[in-house]
């Protein structure tokens, strides 16, 4: 039997001042990471690191103290602050060599465009002695694999079609034979539940007696993740020794984690992966073959703008109507002159909008965004109205924060409203 722990451990060092600053966000090693977790490899640091050649040499001895591979990204273009070569070249104890072919490769790329090839550009024919040219095909700067001892080093541009191309090329292929040679195979899968309704502790309270029991496990882990108007995310993640090994663990576990938690809070699973609660509300729609209609208050069109990211959404949804103002609620929707704060206006404008647009089912908001009181009401009171079926019912919400996470969660929080209601049905 394969062994499962894989001593082909790698490092990401991702090279940019830009990265330290801010200025962009750093998807080459979100992607590297999910990309070598999928080929069962395990990665457990990443590092960035401005363009300053002791800093970035200091960073690749961290880099090679714990881990057997690292993965470079950036700092191979032709511009003084591309020191990668150079840092390489240190690590390595060699000098940098100029390759005559590569700058015939450079030019012929600038020549096929009808453009003049810097003299920079030379710089990104410069190689360590004794590395391996990973060749370009998208761009100008070649990718670099080198040796130290016993252990690699690969270096590849920071542009990520570029990036992603030489790994799937050249890296990867690599990683797997030197991990095939220590006789270690595993394969990592990865599954999200998806909630709304509870908080990270509530949730880790909930599950507490599986993640205890996993503490010492090599095999399957459970991670929480906050994020934002998105709910509470639950991963879990298992290492098998092939796909299929893999994913049955993964199966098993994601029973053991869905009883747990729907026994502490009922049905807030709403989805798996990258279904959002729109996806959520798409599918209950489609397979009951209905229609929706909206009409949104404070959300100011917000509920429409997620209903429509969905592909498709033409097929169930007909429109919405965003009756800010309290007249718009009286003369279009027939909500009763008075409070437009209150759970009758709510529901009466779901109805409203029913019957304007002819659907199946409607979901209305209405409430205070803030920072001033209406109708009574304080900041983050909201009240959702439900029209399914002979079924007019409400949800009341209170929603803490600014305007805009007022109008942010209450848009989620009505859709979950639906999608409750939805699953009423018959």
């Given at each position: 039997?394969?062994?499962?722990?894989?001593?082909?451990?790698?490092?990401?060092?991702?090279?940019?001042?830009?990265?330290?600053?801010?200025?962009?966000?750093?998807?080459?090693?979100?992607?590297?990471?999910?990309?070598?977790?999928?080929?069962?490899?395990?990665?457990?640091?990443?590092?960035?690191?401005?363009?300053?050649?002791?800093?970035?040499?200091?960073?690749f001895r961290i880099a090679l103290s714990r881990s057997d591979a690292v993965i470079v990204c950036g700092g191979l273009g032709p511009t003084q602050d591309d020191i990668t070569r150079?840092?390489?070249?240190?690590?390595?104890?060699?000098?940098?060599?100029?390759?005559?072919?590569?700058?015939?490769?450079?030019?012929?790329?600038?020549?096929?465009?009808?453009?003049?090839?810097?003299?920079?550009?030379?710089?990104?024919?410069?190689?360590?002695?004794?590395?391996?040219?990973?060749?370009?095909?998208?761009?100008?700067?070649?990718?670099?694999?080198?040796?130290?001892?016993?252990?690699?080093?690969?270096?590849?541009?920071?542009?990520?079609?570029?990036?992603?191309?030489?790994?799937?090329?050249?890296?990867?292929?690599?990683?797997?034979?030197?991990?095939?040679?220590?006789?270690?195979?595993?394969?990592?899968?990865?599954?999200?539940?998806?909630?709304?309704?509870?908080?990270?502790?509530?949730?880790?309270?909930?599950?507490?007696?599986?993640?205890?029991?996993?503490?010492?496990?090599?095999?399957?882990?459970?991670?929480?993740?906050?994020?934002?108007?998105?709910?509470?995310?639950?991963?879990?993640?298992?290492?098998?020794?092939?796909?299929?090994?893999?994913?049955?663990?993964?199966?098993?576990?994601?029973?053991?984690?869905?009883?747990?938690?729907?026994?502490?809070?009922?049905?807030?699973?709403?989805?798996?992966?990258?279904?959002?609660?729109?996806?959520?509300?798409?599918?209950?729609?489609?397979?009951?073959?209905?229609?929706?209609?909206?009409?949104?208050?404070?959300?100011?069109?917000?509920?429409?703008?997620?209903?429509?990211?969905?592909?498709?959404?033409?097929?169930?949804?007909?429109?919405?109507?965003?009756?800010?103002?309290?007249?718009?609620?009286?003369?279009?929707?027939?909500?009763?002159?008075?409070?437009?704060?209150?759970?009758?206006?709510?529901?009466?404008?779901?109805?409203?909008?029913?019957?304007?647009?002819?659907?199946?089912?409607?979901?209305?908001?209405?409430?205070?965004?803030?920072?001033?009181?209406?109708?009574?009401?304080?900041?983050?009171?909201?009240?959702?109205?439900?029209?399914?079926?002979?079924?007019?019912?409400?949800?009341?919400?209170?929603?803490?924060?600014?305007?805009?996470?007022?109008?942010?969660?209450?848009?989620?929080?009505?859709?979950?409203?639906?999608?409750?209601?939805?699953?009423?049905?018959?």
């Amino acid at each position: 039997m394969a062994k499962l722990c894989s001593l082909v451990r790698v490092e990401i060092v991702a090279v940019g001042t830009e990265l330290l600053l801010g200025q962009i966000p750093d998807t080459n090693s979100q992607w590297l990471g999910e990309r070598l977790a999928a080929n069962g490899i395990a990665s457990h640091f990443h590092q960035h690191v401005g363009d300053n050649h002791e800093r970035i040499v200091a960073a690749f001895r961290i880099a090679l103290s714990r881990s057997d591979a690292v993965i470079v990204c950036g700092g191979l273009g032709p511009t003084q602050d591309d020191i990668t070569r150079a840092a390489l070249a240190e690590i390595m104890g060699v000098d940098l060599v100029r390759h005559d072919d590569i700058v015939e490769k450079i030019r012929s790329f600038f020549d096929a465009r009808g453009r003049t090839m810097s003299l920079n550009n030379l710089l990104q024919a410069d190689v360590p002695a004794g590395a391996t040219i990973i060749e370009q095909v998208r761009g100008t700067a070649p990718g670099l694999i080198c040796p130290v001892g016993d252990q690699v080093m690969y270096a590849v541009p920071g542009v990520p079609y570029e990036m992603s191309d030489m790994f799937e090329r050249a890296i990867l292929p690599d990683l797997l034979n030197r991990q095939r040679a220590q006789g270690h195979t595993s394969v990592i899968v990865s599954r999200v539940l998806r909630t709304w309704g509870a908080s990270e502790s509530g949730l880790a309270e909930a599950v507490a007696e599986r993640f205890d029991a996993l503490v010492d496990s090599d095999r399957v882990t459970i991670a929480f993740l906050a994020s934002g108007i998105e709910g509470i995310k639950v991963r879990i993640t298992a290492r098998g020794n092939d796909r299929e090994h893999a994913l049955a663990l993964l199966d098993e576990e994601e029973q053991l984690v869905r009883a747990l938690i729907e026994a502490a809070f009922g049905d807030i699973i709403f989805g798996l992966d990258d279904e959002t609660m729109e996806h959520a509300i798409a599918q209950r729609l489609l397979a009951r073959g209905l229609s929706l209609g909206l009409a949104e208050s404070l959300t100011g069109g917000l509920i429409a703008s997620r209903l429509v990211n969905v592909p498709g959404a033409s097929q169930w949804f007909r429109g919405g109507i965003v009756s800010y103002a309290s007249q718009v609620k009286f003369d279009l929707l027939n909500v009763t002159p008075g409070p437009v704060v209150s759970a009758s206006a709510a529901q009466e404008m779901a109805l409203g909008a029913r019957a304007l647009l002819g659907t199946d089912v409607a979901l209305a908001v209405t409430g205070v965004a803030g920072p001033d009181e209406q109708d009574g009401q304080g900041p983050g009171t909201v009240f959702v109205g439900l029209a399914i079926g002979d079924e007019v019912t409400h949800v009341q919400l209170r929603v803490p924060g600014d305007r805009a996470r007022v109008r942010s969660f209450s848009a989620i929080g009505a859709l979950d409203a639906l999608r409750r209601g939805l699953d009423r049905l018959a």
